[in-house]
């Protein structure tokens, strides 16, 4: 790759996170991708969707994809840097600018070899990561028709610029987001036995709720329950009738995900009945568990230190990726670029080493002619 093409990266990069969009506003962010694409005379397929572009390069058969998320989040970034954003309250805190430029790099690349490859490489620039509902949204509009396998990146702000690490079967865990309701009696601060006191039973419940994975699971599964919210009242002397609480369930396990809501339900309600009050839970299921194929984990690990990465089998993390919908439908891997930030994702100090940009599009420029070279030798041993 040239120095000119390096610039081009880091040009890319620095537009998008100037003009960062959230969830399923990414309009702008779509027009930018599809000019830049069109300027490299890459082929876009005509797909129903509201945002994000989806590009193939090559012909015939095997057929894999590639991935890429371009929204960002309702964050105020604080850094100096020249290029911050300029949309106030919404910044690219999670690197996804990173992750469209490096497969903006790889669409350049390959479209310079179209020719050469030994099948199709599909790109997807994702929207709507960050509230779990793009990957969905592609694969209604058939953009994993026919694919073989896919492969996709995060950037990782708490390993070296120019490390890599990803491990097969489950890396990252599912995202489940809950809501309970509950409803007592209000009553005067200075009579709490006139009512029934929400706020006690609430209390009752964020702390039996650390049960479950103390107590109700094994201590060796991953399983993480988080309250993050606690809502009630509104004055100082009065006990309120309701109380909100709202919070996650993480696991890598998913017999022990289909479990949970039921286990949850059965505690606050007998929590709630113990004080006479009333417990409703409002479950909404997310992304499940990242479960990266095996084959295809380890052909990304010996990859990426064929280019000079240093490697890591990751340990399984507790984090979610709308990926794993994909990783549902077919085979793949998915791994962790090193990006070197002070500070981690979803903050407003966020600021990544740039130097990963060009070893990434390197690196996922071969991948894609490896794995086209993989999968048709699979066929002919299978024929």
């Given at each position: 790759m040239t120095d000119l093409s390096h610039q081009q990266l880091v040009r890319w990069r620095r537009e998008l996170h100037q003009h960062p969009e959230l969830s399923d506003q990414e309009f702008a962010t779509t027009e930018r991708l599809t000019r830049w694409l069109q300027e490299l005379n890459v082929k876009l397929l005509p797909l129903e969707l509201k945002t994000g572009v989806v590009a193939?390069?090559?012909?015939?058969?095997?057929?894999i994809a590639l991935?890429?998320?371009?929204?960002?989040?309702?964050?105020?970034?604080?850094?100096?840097?020249?290029?911050?954003?300029?949309?106030?309250?919404?910044?690219?805190?999670c690197g996804h600018d990173l992750h469209s430029s490096v497969m903006l790099g790889v669409a350049q690349q390959l479209q310079r070899i179209e020719s050469q490859l030994p099948g199709r490489v599909r790109i997807l620039f994702q929207p709507a990561e960050e509230i779990f509902t793009g990957a969905k949204q592609l694969l209604a509009a058939g953009?994993?028709?026919?694919?073989?396998?896919?492969?996709?990146?995060h950037n990782a702000p708490d390993l070296p610029t120019g490390t890599l690490r990803t491990r097969g079967g489950a890396y990252y865990a599912n995202?489940?987001?809950f809501q309970i309701n509950i409803t007592g009696k209000g009553a005067h601060a200075a009579r709490p036995h006139e009512g029934i006191d929400s706020i006690v039973i609430g209390s009752h419940i964020v702390t039996a709720l650390q049960t479950l994975p103390s107590r109700v699971f094994s201590s060796l599964e991953s399983v993480v329950v988080s309250v993050t919210r606690f809502t009630a009242g509104n004055s100082w002397n009065v006990l309120p009738q309701t109380v909100e609480l709202e919070g996650t369930v993480r696991t890598h396990n998913a017999a022990i995900r289909a479990q949970i809501p039921q286990k949850i339900s059965a505690l606050i309600n007998g929590i709630a009945a113990g004080?006479?009050?009333?417990?409703?839970?409002?479950?909404?299921?997310?992304?499940p568990s990242l479960v990266n194929t095996p084959e295809w984990a380890d052909f990304a690990l010996d990859?990426?230190?064929?280019?000079?990465y240093q490697t890591?089998?990751?340990?399984?993390?507790?984090?979610?990726?709308?990926?794993?919908?994909?990783?549902?439908?077919?085979?793949?891997?998915f791994v962790s670029i090193g990006s070197a930030s002070e500070f981690g994702l979803h903050h407003a100090g966020f600021d990544p080493d740039e130097a990963m940009l060009e070893p990434a599009v390197h690196y996922?420029?071969?991948?894609?002619?490896?794995?086209?070279?993989t999968l048709r030798q699979q066929q002919a041993l299978a024929s």
């Open positions: 193939e390069i090559g012909h015939g058969e095997p057929l991935r890429a998320d371009i929204d960002a989040l309702p964050i105020d970034e604080q850094t100096d840097q020249a290029w911050r954003s300029q949309q106030p309250g919404v910044m690219h805190a953009a994993l028709k026919d694919v073989q396998a896919i492969f996709g990146l995202v489940d987001r004080f006479g009050a009333q417990a409703e839970l409002v479950w909404q299921e997310g992304p990859l990426a230190a064929e280019h000079g890591q089998v990751g340990t399984p993390q507790m984090g979610g990726e709308d990926f794993a919908f994909y990783l549902q439908q077919l085979p793949g891997a996922f420029t071969e991948l894609a002619q490896r794995a086209l070279l």
